[in-house]
């Protein structure tokens, strides 16, 4: 365990390193995106400004041109005049003519010298102001040189910035080459402490699941000894509850027994009240009604309440037929598990095949590892035969550039070599990107072959995993043999019990009967106690209906007094006092009657009481026939249970020994991987060593287009300095754009490379994952046989509870059995019968259940599979799905880094040519300047 932690926290140290030269990665890029946005900026500058210099350059040439024009006019206007001399000195030699011929010639002469005058005149204006417009030609001109100058520093200047933007470029790449190999080392030293970590991960995985063994035999110990202390306490508890429920019979019984002498108080009373009640017809009849009224409401209350009893009769069959399906549900879960174990038992020998499968294409694909090595024996040897013509192209430029040195030195005399040397140096260059361009692509394909490795390299991988998995499982099925042989023990174990458990079952159901007969008796006397409490209710009504007929008779006996001495108008006092007399007997008479109401009411209470415990004895029993019939019936389950129980232990014994024989035949497979894995590894070696040496040579190339790069940069300075030869130089730099693309791209692939080697760490993890998965899946396997052990168990329980709680009942139930016997007789043969009927149709319904049940356990299984593949399936399509847009991403970059170079490039090249032709047309000019002066200077 130490050395495990001790390798997680080099390992977490080492991807914190990894993430800082992440980070200084992603600075470093950041720097170069400032510096190819600062060079964008420049590139603008530098347009702007040629834009300016070409709007004057025109200006200066339509200047010239102007020039050029006046000074042909001026000198053909001096032509004409010299002839004009020559005429006029020939003339005069001439011999005169006469006069009249003389004086003609003489004015024509005249005139023609005022033209020739007047045209002097022009030509000297022109002259003049042809001398301000030169003048002012020539100060335009310092100015523009001053400009000029100016605009040359500040070239030079942004050259400069471009350069040390260049060396910086080198830098960062060269800290991108240390960062690379360092990468390397760390991923070296990561597998190897993976490694260790896989080991490390084995032996405490055997080590825990030695210890969860151990821990769960200790838990079920401790379960066991807690369910024996619970049985206990729960028996101790069920015995003090029986003593207080004897001691609330005994109050019950003293209560009773007041209840009857109060009775024989009430009958003297009676006696007594027979003499003097007489109270009207008219109140008695009300007081009828009333009592038929509430007569009426007694039977709805009784028709009500043999309602509610038979609704929960039908509650408690309804809760038993719960507890059987749940019962059969739970052997349903037992014969599932077995189902699932035999599953895997399917899927192990299908992975065999497949493993078998595997091995067939690694070897299949060794066979092409083989070829693939010839070509790239050939690709090297392709490879060094362009690097020989490349160094035989650099030594022909060397000789040209020594030619051109040459040819500097008469470039007015040449013209036509130079071009020749020019064609001949753009073929040159474009030789030469045509090898860089087959030496890229040479590199792609090392890169692929070196991708297929890593292929090779995964799926040697995943078949040692596989090897690991079913030597895991075969150590499962092991474990699963030795328990299930403790479980066969334990089930003969339990078989007893169960046999014990039934004999003192028929000793229950003994006491059960005898209790039964001491009930019924009771039962008998309570209801003679009823039958007298009703004779006695009947008198007292008689003796109501009497004193009722006295009253009334009295009455008119009074009336007719009161008339017969209306009549004789004699004796008014006497009859009032004889009527205040009846008055206060009649008042008399209705306070006995009221206490003779109160009293039936108390006696109407002390019924409805009585009658309400009868009906709550008969609930009592009734729920005690109902447990016995729970009880029964879960006996019968459990009877049930243990032939099933059997039945699964044979066939656990059957699919032992096809385990047993399943072991040998994966020892022997597993003894063939090994050796295809020897011969596999061997082979693996040898690859990674050719990739190694493969790899070197890639970086010796990369090392030697760095150093022409270098050559190349030197050239372009020179080139800059050569005026008309700047065009062929110009295609060799975008030769070199090319290849510097080239070069990125493959810098880029390294990236990628790097990314998914990353990728390959993930996958790594999500395979240890998928390894946990499958362990903890393997011990759940084990804890649901345990579970299946700790269910007998449980099933045990519940027969011992349902023992207590007939023991309990029938203890509550000795008192009230013997006043409820008869009617519960009649009602246990209505239910035998009705029981005979359910049991018949129980056990049909249990025949379909069963059926029904094996049917939905197969397609549940089939289902759970399929959802399993599915969301494995999902899984992966959004890893696949995220990888694609992360090379996507990572491609657009790519794109738009290229074109932002391309463009660069370009506008590069264009403010090169637009300087040249800047500086042609400044030679120009001073050409022009030069041939004005002499032109002038001629004039004077």
């Not at 990468?183 to 190897?192: D, G, M, P, V």
């Amino acid at each position: 365990m130490k050395n495990k932690k001790v390798l997680e926290k080099d390992r977490n140290t080492l991807i914190k390193e990894i993430e800082e030269r992440k980070k200084e990665k992603k600075e470093v890029e950041d720097t170069l995106a400032s510096i190819w946005s600062e060079e964008l900026d420049l590139t603008h500058r530098i347009e702007e400004k040629k834009k300016e210099l070409r709007n004057f350059e025109q200006s200066i040439d339509d200047a010239n041109e102007d020039k050029e024009s006046i000074g042909v006019e001026i000198w053909k206007k001096k032509q004409e005049l010299m002839a004009l001399k020559k005429d006029v000195d020939q003339r005069k030699k001439q011999v005169l003519k006469p006069d009249e011929k003389i004086k003609a010639k003489e004015k024509e002469i005249k005139v023609q010298l005022k033209q020739l005058n007047k045209e002097l005149e022009k030509a000297q204006n022109m002259l003049k102001e042809t001398k301000e417009e030169d003048e002012l030609m020539v100060q335009l001109i310092h100015k523009k040189r001053e400009e000029i100058k100016t605009e040359n520093q500040q070239i030079s200047q942004l050259k400069e910035e471009r350069e040390k933007n260049a060396k910086v470029n080198k830098d960062l790449k060269e800290a991108n080459k240390k960062l690379d190999k360092e990468r390397n080392e760390i991923s070296t030293l990561l597998k190897r402490e993976r490694i260790e970590l896989k080991k490390a991960d084995e032996e405490t995985g055997r080590r825990m699941s030695e210890e969860m063994e151990l821990s769960t035999s200790l838990k079920e110990l401790a379960d066991r000894k807690k369910t024996l202390i619970q049985e206990i306490e729960d028996k101790e508890v069920e015995a003090e509850k029986l003593l207080k429920d004897v001691d609330e019979f005994e109050k019950e019984k003293e209560t009773l027994e007041q209840f009857i002498k109060e009775k024989e108080g009430i009958e003297k009373e009676k006696i007594d009240l027979d003499k003097k009640i007489k109270a009207t017809k008219e109140g008695f009849e009300r007081e009828k009604k009333e009592f038929e009224q509430e007569i009426k409401i007694i039977a709805k209350r009784r028709s009500e309440d043999e309602e509610k009893m038979l609704k929960e009769l039908s509650i408690e069959e309804k809760e038993k037929r719960d507890e059987i399906k749940k019962i059969e549900m739970e052997s349903e879960q037992a014969e599932k598990e077995l189902k699932k174990v035999r599953d895997e038992k399917a899927e192990s020998q299908e992975l065999l095949k497949e493993t078998r499968d595997e091995l067939e294409k690694v070897q299949s694909l060794l066979a092409s590892s083989q070829m693939e090595k010839e070509e790239t024996d050939k690709l090297r040897n392709e490879i060094n035969g362009l690097l020989e013509e490349r160094d035989r192209y650099a030594k022909e430029i060397e000789e040209k550039k020594e030619d051109l040195d040459k040819l500097e030195e008469g470039l007015g005399k040449g013209m036509g070599d130079e071009i020749d040397l020019a064609h001949k140096i753009q073929h040159m260059g474009e030789q030469e990107s045509n090898l860089i361009q087959s030496i890229s692509e040479k590199e792609q394909e090392l890169i692929e072959i070196g991708n297929r490795l890593d292929d090779r390299q995964r799926e040697i991988e995943e078949t040692n995993e596989e090897m690991g998995r079913i030597q895991k499982e075969k150590e499962s099925q092991e474990k699963m043999l030795a328990e299930s042989e403790n479980m066969r023990k334990t089930a003969k174990d339990e078989i007893e019990k169960l046999k014990k458990e039934e004999e003192k079952t028929g000793e229950f159901i003994e006491k059960d009967k005898a209790l039964r007969r001491a009930v019924q008796e009771e039962l008998e006397s309570l209801n003679e106690g009823k039958e007298r409490i009703q004779n006695e209710i009947a008198e007292m009504e008689k003796d109501k209906e009497k004193i009722v007929s006295e009253v009334e008779e009295s009455g008119r006996e009074l009336q007719k007094l009161y008339e017969e001495r209306k009549n004789t108008g004699s004796g008014k006092e006497l009859l009032e006092q004889e009527l205040s007399r009846m008055q206060k007997e009649k008042e008399n008479k209705e306070k006995e009657i009221t206490e003779i109401q109160t009293k039936k009411s108390s006696v109407i209470d002390d019924y409805r009481l009585v009658n309400a415990d009868i009906e709550k004895r008969k609930s009592e029993f009734e729920e005690i026939e109902t447990a016995y019939n729970k009880m029964v019936a879960e006996i019968e389950a459990i009877k049930r249970d243990k032939e099933s129980v059997e039945q699964g232990i044979t066939e656990k014994n059957d699919e032992l020994r096809a385990l047993a024989q399943e072991k040998e035949k994966l020892e022997e497979t597993t003894k063939t991987l090994e050796k295809i894995k020897t011969k596999l590894e061997t082979g693996i070696t040898a690859m990674s060593e050719e990739r190694s040496s493969g790899k070197a040579e890639v970086d010796k190339i990369r090392d030697e287009i760095d150093d022409d790069r270098e050559q190349l940069r030197e050239l372009e300075e020179q080139v800059k300095s050569r005026k008309e030869e700047m065009e062929s130089y110009e295609l060799k730099e975008q030769e070199l754009s090319v290849r510097l693309k080239e070069v990125e791209k493959s810098v880029q692939k390294q990236g990628e490379r790097e990314a998914e080697f990353e990728k390959m760490l993930d996958e790594m993890k999500r395979l240890t994952q998928d390894r946990q998965l499958i362990t903890d899946r393997i011990r759940s396997l084990e804890e649901e046989e345990k579970r299946i052990g700790t269910k007998t168990a449980s099933l045990m329980k519940i027969k011992q509870n349902l023992d207590f709680m007939v023991e309990k009942k029938k203890k509550e139930g000795k008192i009230e059995l013997d006043v409820l016997s008869k009617e519960i007789e009649e009602r246990q043969r209505k239910l035998e019968k009705i029981q005979l009927l359910e049991d018949e149709e129980v056990v049909k319904t249990r025949k379909e259940l069963e059926k029904l049940t094996n049917g939905i356990t197969d397609r549940k299984a089939t289902l759970e599979k399929l959802k399993k593949e599915e969301s494995e399936v999902m899984q992966a399509e959004e890893n696949l799905e995220k990888i694609n847009k992360v090379i996507a991403d990572k491609q657009i970059t790519l794109d738009t880094l290229s074109t932002e170079k391309e463009t660069k490039a370009l506008e590069i090249e264009k403010q090169e040519k637009i300087i040249n032709e800047l500086k042609e047309k400044v030679e120009k000019m001073k050409k022009i300047e030069k041939l004005l002066e002499k032109r002038i200077g001629k004039d004077k």
